[in-house]
């Protein structure tokens, strides 16, 4: 059970058309969405199981995405150890926030944690068999550098300077962190996912030297431990880092922001690549966004399919609230019809 087009790109084999995905896909923007938090509250749709799987199958039923995604977040692994967590207006906030090396004792025990973290995997499982046999279904879990910065100041932007400056109490964090996102990852690959993306907001605002010595080492760990399984995602990325994380051995694949000139990344004959339209540029008044949309991918097209295999065609980042779902349709539609 699973889309070939995107087996196709996993495997780095060419194929005519790509698949397409978009990060928050399913989201605010969506009518199916707005209908079920209407009367379910965010950490509701995120934890029934039946509740997630649904809204993980509407946009694909509605848009006809090749892939489906676990509709969750990634906070809540800080949760599973004991952080509180509550969803308001204002966005996650945490009942309270690490500062010292004593603090981490304060964590439930990996055991606990785990326990508290099988609503995925339930969530995981009901998707699989909602969305349809021909659709794939990814997982996700946060960044170990992303998670340490909402541990530390509660938000994953900014100045960072705690979480950059803390080196022992993030490396405590780390040893900890990324023993649950293992057995986290277990479970989600357990319950159906056939990849696990790793999304790490806040990598974007490392340097390269920080990145290749506080960040990478642990996205290391995750693919060890699950090779050929985990893919990487964060926007904004030095060029360096971007190197750095095609030096991966194991890394299945990585997503760039719309910032990054993708075309020079495919055919790369070791990794997918996942991008990356402009997701600002859905807003535009849909004559004109049709024209843009055709100018974008005018590179891709003069690319012959073994130069641009490993291609999962999406956006540079999510899907923002507001967005037109006629966008959408035209997006997904264009691009089948251009790739053939």
């Not at 090749?66 to 906070?75: C, P």
Request: glycine share 10%; proline share 6%; net charge neutral.
């Amino acid at each position: 059970m699973s889309n070939t087009r995107f087996q196709a790109a996993l495997k780095l084999e060419p194929q005519a058309t790509p698949p397409i995905w978009m990060m928050r896909q399913a989201g605010r923007y969506h009518w199916h969405y707005q209908n079920l938090r209407k009367k379910h509250s965010f950490e509701e749709l995120c934890k029934v199981p039946e509740l997630a799987a649904e809204v993980a199958f509407g946009p694909v039923d509605d848009f006809d995405f090749d892939t489906a995604i676990l509709f969750s977040d990634i906070l809540f692994p800080l949760e599973a150890f004991g952080m509180g967590l509550r969803f308001g207006e204002e966005g996650p906030k945490l009942g309270w926030h690490l500062s010292t090396l004593e603090d981490l004792n304060k964590f439930y025990s990996l055991e606990e944690a785990v326990e508290f973290m099988g609503f995925q995997k339930d969530a995981v499982i009901r998707t699989r068999k909602r969305i349809p046999k021909d659709k794939s279904l990814i997982g996700f879990v946060g960044g170990p550098w992303t998670l340490f910065c909402y541990a530390t100041q509660g938000k994953h932007d900014g100045n960072l300077i705690l979480p950059k400056v803390s080196a022992e109490l993030r490396e405590g964090f780390y040893e900890k962190i990324l023993a649950l996102l293992k057995e986290n990852i277990r479970l989600q690959l357990e319950g159906g996912a056939e990849i696990v993306m790793v999304f790490d907001t806040a990598a974007g605002d490392a340097s390269p030297v920080f990145f290749q010595e506080a960040i990478l080492p642990t996205i290391k760990v995750l693919v060890e431990a699950f090779p050929g399984k985990i893919g990487y995602y964060a926007k904004n990325l030095a060029p360096g880092s971007l190197q750095s994380l095609r030096e991966i051995s194991g890394l299945i694949g990585f997503g760039m922001d719309h910032r990054t000139d993708i075309v020079g990344f495919l055919g790369n004959g070791s990794h997918f690549v996942q991008g990356n339209f402009d997701q600002a540029l859905l807003f535009m008044e849909p004559g004109e966004f049709k024209k843009y949309l055709n100018r974008w991918i005018r590179p891709f097209l003069d690319l012959v399919p073994e130069k641009r295999a490993g291609w999962v065609c999406g956006l540079g980042h999510g899907v923002l609230p507001k967005t037109p779902e006629a966008n959408i349709r035209t997006f997904v539609n264009t691009i089948r019809e251009a790739f053939v």
